[in-house]
């Protein structure tokens, strides 16, 4: 974990995304710096580089993940479209990930289950990914909003959410089903990093994402 977020700080360095006067691993966003957007052409660079990188296909093929993944699918777990190296700024509603279904938005590729894992210790301060309890059980919800990146489910503001503190090597799990979304980030200056890696059952590509 470590290898990979030290790799993923070095790009966003390379990419004038940190305070230079600021310790390396400090995480700490230069002046002015606004990261979230999904169509965001700096995001789409960061992705290219990282994607590819072995810290983070050492991470899709991390063999305790692996092993949780294949209790809960029945099958050996297979990667599939959709794997994500996110870096989000200070708090900006525009680029808060909103409540969404991972089904939605890869309807055919079938990742039917998400693994969401911290680069580096993530207090509910710094935005977290939060899950609302036994949504899955609902099937796949209507979509609606302004970007194709931004499309959410209505949610009600009195609705309970699941979210913790995380610490370096845990790790979210869920169903394509399971409505999800950010806390927003009002740790200041630090930029949240996290991946997002999504697998399907081994032989299940016809099968509807459960």
Do not use: K
């Amino acid at each position: 974990m470590r290898a990979l977020r030290d790799a993923a700080l070095a790009v966003a360095r390379d990419l004038s995304w940190l305070d230079p006067n600021a310790p390396p691993r400090s995480s700490r966003a230069a002046a002015g710096v606004a990261l979230g957007a999904y169509d965001d052409p700096r995001w789409v660079e960061f992705l290219r580089v990282m994607l590819a990188h072995p810290a983070f296909v050492a991470l899709r093929a991390e063999p305790r993940l692996r092993a949780m993944l294949e209790t809960i699918l029945g099958a050996p777990p297979e990667p599939d479209a959709g794997d994500l190296l996110r870096v989000v700024s200070a708090d900006d509603p525009s680029h808060t990930t909103v409540a969404h279904q991972d089904g939605f938005y890869l309807p055919a590729a079938e990742p039917c289950w998400t693994a969401w894992v911290p680069l580096g210790a993530c207090p509910l301060s710094l935005g977290p990914i939060a899950l609302r309890p036994r949504s899955h059980a609902r099937g796949l919800l209507r979509h609606h909003g302004p970007r194709d990146w931004q499309q959410a489910v209505d949610v009600s503001a009195r609705a309970v959410w699941a979210a913790q503190d995380l610490q370096p090597g845990d790790a979210v799990l869920f169903s394509g089903l399971t409505v999800h979304r950010a806390l927003p980030n009002r740790a200041g200056r630090r930029l949240r990093l996290s991946a997002t890696c999504r697998y399907r059952a081994a032989g299940s590509r016809e099968r509807p994402c459960r």
